[in-house]
């Protein structure tokens, strides 16, 4: 069956509350009204009508006259066909009315039908039974014309592509007060998911065309190509990516309407290259002797390489370490199958540190892969000296719930002198972790939270210098009341149960203190101490944070906050030292940029300076 697109509406009415706006440009002179006798929506809608009237380019009547219509206009969308206006000029640029609105339009028919494939699709039926309108309510336009614009939505959006409205009537009769409402809307079939090509990949095809959210055959939505264009963009392996239906249907070859078409189809069908267009009328000939019963839709898939070498520098400064620098190298891909390798160097003065992380994706390469990682790290900090060398090996998962679990096995050889003690242990031990970040925004998150706890364990029997289980764990949260106020809260803890601590190296040992533990204390300064009075390093650690945030204007913010924690041994602390002050954050364009004036409580010194870059999580 052939259907003509019916692009315009179908009558005038529908078009009276956009028309009148558009048409009218901004002037200093625009004629201000005072209106009497009708409020709320309805005397709000006929100040937008009424708005930009230049008033000198009108004589007295002409001016009575284009107030009238558009008054008239502004109240027919709620059902007032005959209003009585009193119109009076009080000044040039001013008028007052007064409007007595008379009877309303009610509808006395209404008849919404669904044909098609679209009867069975759920969103459909949704949508024709949440009209708002029943037989013997006041009329209103709006309802109707956002009904006729939501069925033809969903129909894009959902792979009706040969949609039509077979009748769209708004039949009114002002002297009866009644109106009569017809749209019959026929979707067609409902468009499959049909075959995928892929062009300009430098990836195996087969890798990609496991990652499509879609079956070839399953009913079609626009989502889901979205959600496959996000995955692949993601990956880091292209500069560009674009998934995007291969349009040859009737709405395609169709001529627009006047206005221009949807922007989803409009960038839908960007690609494609430009056919000629026929009318709609002659087209719905054509269709009724030529049917199309192929209803698979082809998918096309054109992505760039990005480049196989990218580098970075960074220049930062915080309290705990001063200034810091960071070079990174990064090959998002080195081969067909989208392995990755990645390097790191971090310089500051009491750590330098050089990584590496080699990725080797599996089916789903955003969840699932293997990693290979190694590095060196240098540390020379209050009473800590260590040269370690690491190498890791680690499975990966990432759940529909946004947890990631991560089980390895890694090898650390560590050189150190902690508290005066030296030391060389070599520790083969295997972990587990599971976490979570969620945050939105990224920037300067207004919600969010970060979830984190690690299992690891080490045993003399395989090796290993040391024998030792350890536990860490974290939770960080950030909430907001209104826009103006935000509250973050934290704990964090962590464990050793050994019976040799003098064996566990200063990288497994906990200490506390500084810009993202407990303010008003230097950073890593709070752990116990040995018989000199050196930092040795804690077998347990808590810390708690609560902090306030008011915003004071615009991307400027005050903070209040109290800290508490510290490391210690034999599961308890002897106390929990507590510090507390007042700060500023300013979200800057490279970040948050945040600076705290602290008060220790347990300490001599009086306060502390703290400041860094880059967000809480």
């Known amino acids: 069956m052939g259907r003509q697109r019916q692009w315009t509406p179908a009558n005038g009415r529908t078009l009276w509350v956009v028309l009148p706006i558009l048409c009218l440009s901004p002037s200093a002179f625009a004629v201000e009204a005072t209106i009497e006798g009708v409020s709320g929506d309805i005397e709000d809608n006929i100040q937008v009508y009424l708005q930009n009237i230049e008033a000198e380019q009108y004589t007295d009547v002409r001016l009575e006259g284009e107030v009238r219509r558009r008054t008239q206009e502004a109240m027919r969308v709620f059902g007032y066909y005959e209003p009585d206006i009193t119109f009076e000029s009080a000044t040039d640029e001013r008028v007052q009315l007064t409007i007595d609105p008379g009877p309303q339009v009610e509808v006395e028919v209404l008849s919404i039908n669904l044909e098609g ?19 013997g309510d006041a009329l209103r336009h709006a309802p109707w014309d956002r009904l006729s614009s939501q069925l033809s939505g969903l129909a894009i959006e959902r792979g009706y592509f040969d949609w039509g409205f077979t009748d769209r009537r708004m039949e009114v009769r002002p002297y009866l007060q009644s109106a009569r409402l017809y749209m019959d809307f026929d979707s067609g079939p409902r468009y499959q998911f049909g075959h995928t090509a892929v062009t300009g990949s430098h990836i195996a095809i087969d890798r990609l065309l496991r990652m499509r959210p879609y079956e070839r055959g399953g009913p079609y939505l626009a989502q889901t190509l979205a959600e496959y264009n996000q995955s692949l963009a993601e990956t880091g392996w292209f500069s560009s990516v674009s998934v995007r239906p291969r349009l040859e249907t009737a709405q395609e070859l169709t001529i627009a309407p006047n206005t221009g078409g949807d922007p989803w189809w409009s960038e839908a069908t960007a690609s494609q290259p430009e056919r000629p267009r026929v009318s709609s009328a002659a087209l719905a000939s054509v269709l009724s002797l030529n049917k199309r019963n192929d209803t698979q839709l082809p998918i096309d898939v054109s992505v760039e390489p990005a480049d196989r070498h990218q580098f970075e520098v960074g220049i930062g400064y915080a309290t705990d370490v001063g200034p810091r620098l960071r070079f990174g190298w990064e090959q998002p891909w080195i081969n067909r199958y989208g392995h990755s390798l990645n390097h ?3 310089l500051s003065a009491p750590e330098q540190r050089f990584t590496g992380l080699y990725n080797v994706p599996l089916e789903d390469p955003l969840r699932d892969s293997y ?5 060196i790290r240098n540390v020379d900090d209050n009473d800590t000296k260590s040269l370690e060398g690491t190498v890791e090996i680690a499975r990966r998962w990432e759940f529909d719930n946004d947890w990631v679990q991560t089980l390895y096995l890694r090898t650390t050889y560590e050189d ?12 083969l031990y295997p972990g587990i972790q599971w976490t979570r970040t969620r945050t939105r925004p990224q920037r300067f998150p207004m919600w969010g939270d970060r979830q984190q706890l690690s299992l690891e364990y080490s045993d003399t029997t395989w090796g290993s210098d040391a024998q030792f289980a ?24 962590g464990a050793i149960e050994t019976d040799d601590f003098d064996k566990i190296p200063p990288s497994l040992r906990f200490f506390t203190g500084g810009d993202r533990s407990v303010r008003g204390y230097s950073y890593e300064s709070l752990s116990p101490r040995n018989a000199e009075g050196r930092l040795r390093g804690g077998q347990q650690m808590l810390t708690s944070s609560l902090e306030y945030q008011r915003r004071v204007t615009g991307d400027w913010w005050a903070a209040t906050f109290v800290d508490n924690g510290n490391a210690f041994d034999n599961w308890g602390p002897d106390d929990l030292k507590t510090g507390a002050g007042a700060g500023v954050r300013w979200v800057s364009p490279v970040g948050p940029i945040r600076l705290d004036i602290a008060h220790p409580f347990d300490s001599e010194d009086d306060w502390r300076l703290h400041f860094s870059i880059g967000p809480e999580f």
Do not use: K
């Open 117 to 135: 494939d679209a009867t069975n699709d759920p969103p459909f039926q949704e949508a024709v039974d949440g009209f708002p309108l029943n037989e």
């Open 344 to 346: 790191d160097l971090y």
């Open 371 to 375: 990693r290979l990682q190694y590095g």
């Open 416 to 427: 150190f002198e902690q508290g005066g003690r030296a030391d060389e242990v070599w520790l």
């Open 470 to 493: 350890r536990i860490t764990a974290d939770t960080e949260w950030i909430r907001t009341l209104g826009s103006d106020n935000r509250f973050l809260a934290r704990i964090g803890l």
